[in-house]
């Protein structure tokens, strides 16, 4: 088959498939939910009184694990994935690379009479040993040095993998270099949480809460994600290799109509999108919401809260699930930022919020956020981390595919604000000024028809342009990209609010020593915070140009790119404040610098040269042929005495030279040695290959407009986004 008929024939394929037969479930989904988790009540179950208390000691209020349980823990673990068809465990850990990584081993071994026995001893499940040599890990690691451990981390629960040829118990773990140093997120994850979490509960003795239970941070992710056909997706080598089409004009009909958001969810998706939940909810994930998001082809899931560790593990398990299930419903579930230009790129919207099992969320206003004081205290916290750490938060969203999506009309700008809903804002202007005496109420909405219920309204709107917005009980952190994982900006969070709920305790402590009256301690604190920090807080349009200028007035950071923003992660300021809260020593700190400066100048790399090879094997020849049969009806109609117009030629020879052009600058810049260090590629492939892949694409998008139809061999925008 020609490279031409391809794209023809997988519009034929498409067009023959037959969604898979349904299964027949005989549970309910109800039933369904957590029946491959070895969850806390599985261990309440099956584990001795005095084992199942220390765990669950560790797991809901941060008590040290004692590794006495281990072998009790690991022999009803390994019955009960037996009992589930397990044959394998895996030591399930995150690298740098910010995928999933797994080493399988069998239960079983063999015996001298020829059968064979199931063990899994503690120490089994404590450590394991993958090599640590083939990992991003920045300078921590030689080469040679290949010994790295997976340690148990029981706060995420052990789960089943299910395969049609056999099951595979999956134990969640952190991933350490012989010295102790983090190669991967899990790590820093557990160590900020507990850090934010000590100097939380500070806060709340201050309020009175003498024994408060652990404080945990908790996140909400929702994942945007664009479904194409398989058959498509196999017919673009730039979206099987890169995640992303380096070229492609944008459709007739784009999202302009904004017909897609949360219309009616096309059958097949449907279908999708109920078995993934199906498989999500046996997985203990608590998938809540699902519908169309703003550009055709692309959707988004929301699940519920849970503790960070956890749903940063079980975004990753989710990622994993949609992959798979797609391929299963003959789609390809893409995750790339921006994999369709000119349309909206997909996000990973971080909700994030903190509390305890007592007193839930501390974000929460109440009826009154004016007389909530210990609210103010902890909303007043993240304002002054934010602006504190604006630097940092973008740092932690940095990667090359981001880029595309950071600053554009769809996504929160590459500003750092917080958003804070008019009756926040107005509360904290009134601290301003002097003391907080009011807070506006929520109204009501009269539709204008009896039929219809009185709604009632919120006191302020949301707004989308924020990257860091208040929404009633949460802070929803928009810039996180949609492949990237959550934990990065969650270790970020956790500890910027370590050392902003540090600070006021420390001052709040001392206050009230010296007999201040605890009151007056909290007004002084909040003003000192809103006049030192309000300048991180705007309301308005964050996609306007006038934000730009008034945002450089009121001095905050605009980190354009990654290579601005991942410098931040260097300072002396950064490496002190995760030194200080034992989140990141200063080589860990440099060892995540060199990781994203590599991942970015490695993404680019790869893409620069799929855009050569595609320009000039696909694309050109496409063109070439084109142009050859428009040559030739002008020759012909010449020969038979005929003025034929010259434009046609003319119109497809200069992209065609254009073309040619840039494929040779391309080609010239991907032979220069960069230099020697990750940031001397980085800025190379910032400062030569983007400019010459745009050029190639430029020149390429202007031939799909005009090499006729049937020659043209990559499926098109208005085929990949439209025909599901």
């Not at 999108?273 to 498989?279: A, K, Q, V, W, Y």
């Not at 000119?342 to 009826?367: A, C, Q, R, T």
């Amino acid at each position: 088959m020609t490279g031409n008929n391809v794209r023809l024939q997988a519009i034929k394929d498409v067009e023959a498939y037959v969604p898979p037969a349904a299964v027949a479930e005989t549970d309910e989904p109800g039933e369904v939910y957590g029946e491959n988790v070895f969850s806390i009540g599985e261990m309440r179950r099956r584990l001795p009184k005095s084992v199942y208390k220390s765990v669950a000691a560790t797991i809901e209020r941060g008590a040290p694990l004692d590794p006495a349980v281990a072998d009790s823990v690991a022999a009803a673990m390994k019955d009960w994935a037996l009992e589930k068809g397990a044959t394998h465990y895996a030591h399930v850990f995150y690298p740098l690379t910010g995928l999933t990584a797994e080493k399988h081993d069998s239960f079983f071994e063999p015996l001298a009479d020829g059968s064979a026995l199931a063990e899994f001893a503690g120490k089994t499940l404590i450590q394991g040993e993958p090599d640590a040599s083939s990992f991003p890990n920045g300078g921590l690691r030689n080469t040679f040095e290949a010994r790295g451990y997976t340690g148990w981390d029981v706060t995420s629960p052990a789960y089943i993998l299910q395969n049609p040829n056999g099951h595979t118990l999956c134990i969640p773990t952190v991933f350490v270099s012989m010295t102790g140093e983090a190669l991967d997120h899990k790590t820093p994850l557990l160590r900020s949480q507990q850090a934010m979490g000590h100097h939380a509960e500070r806060i709340l003795k201050l309020f009175g809460h003498e024994s408060a239970a652990h404080v945990v941070s908790f996140c909400g992710p929702e994942q945007e994600y664009f479904l194409v056909d398989r058959h498509f997706f196999l017919a673009r080598p730039d979206l099987l290799n890169a995640g992303r089409t380096l070229f492609g004009t944008k459709p007739p009909k784009g999202q302009e109509f904004d017909d897609h958001y949360f219309g009616a969810i096309p059958a097949r998706v449907l279908g999708f999108m109920m078995d993934t939940e199906r498989e999500l909810f046996k997985l203990g994930i608590p998938a809540k919401t699902r519908h169309n998001e703003v550009a055709p082809g692309q959707f988004e899931i929301a699940p519920m809260f849970e503790r960070g560790n956890v749903a940063a593990d079980h975004q990753q398990l989710l990622m994993t699930t949609f992959k798979a299930v797609a391929k299963k419903h003959g789609m390809e579930c893409l995750f790339h930022e921006k994999p369709f230009d000119g349309v909206n790129g997909s996000g990973k919207h971080v909700n994030f919020s903190i509390g305890n099992s007592e007193l839930g969320s501390l974000f929460v206003p109440g009826d009154n956020p004016h007389d909530n004081a210990q609210f103010l205290v902890f909303c007043g916290a993240v304002i002054r981390a934010v602006h504190k750490y604006s630097g940092l938060l973008r740092a932690s969203v940095a990667s090359a595919t981001n880029d595309h999506r950071l600053g554009a009309n769809e996504a929160p700008p590459a500003i750092i604000s917080i958003f804070l809903g008019d009756q926040l804002a107005d509360i904290f202007d009134q601290i301003a000024k002097g003391s907080a005496t009011s807070s506006k109420g929520k109204g009501t909405m009269m539709i204008g028809a009896d039929t219809l219920p009185v709604l009632p309204t919120d006191p302020g709107d949301r707004n989308r342009t924020s990257p860091f917005a208040f929404t009633g009980n949460r802070f929803e952190f928009r810039a996180p990209g949609s492949m990237q994982t959550v934990s990065v900006p969650m270790v970020t969070l956790n500890t910027i609010m370590a050392e902003s709920l540090d600070a006021i305790a420390t001052e709040l402590e001392a206050a009230v020593a010296e007999g201040t009256p605890f009151e007056t301690a909290v007004q002084t604190l909040l003003t000192s915070i809103i006049t030192d920090h309000g300048a991180v807080v705007f309301n308005g349009d964050g996609y306007s140009e006038t934000w730009q200028e008034e945002a450089a007035a009121r001095g905050l950071p605009n980190l354009r790119t990654t290579l601005d923003a991942l410098p931040e992660l260097i300072t002396d300021s950064a490496i002190e404040l995760f030194e200080k809260y034992q989140v990141f020593n200063s080589r860990e700190m440099h060892s995540r610098y060199e990781v994203g400066l590599e991942q970015y100048a490695l993404t680019i790399g790869v893409e620069a040269r799929l855009t050569l090879e595609l320009g000039t094997t696909v694309v050109l020849p496409a063109a070439v042929r084109h142009q050859t049969e428009v040559a030739q009806n002008f020759t012909a109609l010449t020969a038979a005495g005929l003025e034929p117009d010259a434009g046609p030629l003319k119109e497809v020879s200069a992209p065609i030279a254009e073309l040619r052009t840039a494929l040779d600058t391309l080609r010239a810049a991907l032979a220069v040695h960069a230099g020697d260090s990750a940031y001397d590629e980085a800025k190379h492939a910032h400062d030569s290959l983007l400019p010459a892949m745009a050029a190639v694409r430029s020149a390429a998008d202007t031939l799909e407009t005009i090499v006729a139809d049937d020659l043209w061999p990559l499926p098109t925008y208005q085929e990949m986004l439209y025909i599901l």
